[in-house]
């Protein structure tokens, strides 16, 4: 059987956690013809849920994107497909839930239920968190013990969940989350040429960026 052609450029973009006008301003910059991996957490946190997922599923619609899944894909889907008390609590507390309502979130859900987990180049993979180095499997929320035990053996590693000020290298792991809803920036990585492309995240009070950076470094600790 004849493989399928793949484009000659990805980009693999990271957390969007809502910010759908920065997406829409970083898909603007992007070639046309490349496609687009959207490398989860496209939910949660921002101002813009419903627009950002919208969006991202238009693309993916179109055959010109693929939106794995990420933890806060899977924490939603985890929550609807449970009832009790705990759960009704975490509901609760999710923006996307808070945003969409219990209605749209049940009509997104046989669609964040079919997202895949990882997306394999050629001599990369892209997955959201890591691989787990018992199974090698993709962990949606694995940070250390991926980053000091991956030798290389699928190629180059493209990454998000633990943002940065930066887009980094660690051995053969690209780090792609810069922040984007915490004031910092929504990035596309291209494992072919290793080009990047930016845009600014959405906008905070100073005040409330630093403590809830100050609380993502304390839960990476």
């Given amino acids: 059987m004849t493989s399928p052609i793949r484009p000659a450029r990805h980009w693999v973009i990271g957390d969007v956690h ?16 490349d496609r687009l991996i959207f490398n989860g957490d496209v939910i ?5 849920i419903l627009e950002a997922m919208e969006l991202v599923w238009s693309q993916v619609r179109s055959g010109r994107a693929v939106w794995l899944r990420g933890n806060h894909e899977a924490d939603l889907v985890d929550a609807l497909n449970r009832d009790d008390r705990d759960t009704q609590r975490a509901l609760a507390g999710c923006d996307t839930y808070r945003q969409l309502g219990d209605r749209t979130c049940r009509r997104w859900q046989q669609r964040l239920e079919s997202l895949p987990s990882l997306y394999p180049g050629r001599g990369w993979v892209a997955t959201h968190a890591g691989l787990d180095p018992r199974t090698w499997q993709p962990d949606l929320r694995i940070r250390k013990p991926f980053w000091q035990a991956y030798d290389g053996r699928f190629g180059e590693v493209v990454v998000a969940h633990t943002p940065g000020h930066r887009v980094r290298r660690q051995g053969w792991i690209v780090l792609i989350d810069t922040g984007a809803c915490y004031g910092g920036e929504l990035s596309a990585y291209c494992p072919e040429t290793g080009a990047i492309v930016q845009v600014p995240g959405a906008r905070q009070p100073l005040a409330a960026a630093a403590a809830q950076r100050q609380a993502l470094s304390a839960s990476l600790h």
Avoid at 18 to 33: H, I, Q, S
Avoid at 44 to 48: F, I, Y
Wanted: hydrophobic share 40%; net charge positive.
């Fill in 18 to 33: 809502g910010c759908a006008e920065a997406l829409r301003r970083l898909l603007r910059m992007l070639p046309a013809e």
């Fill in 44 to 48: 949660n946190r921002g101002p813009q």
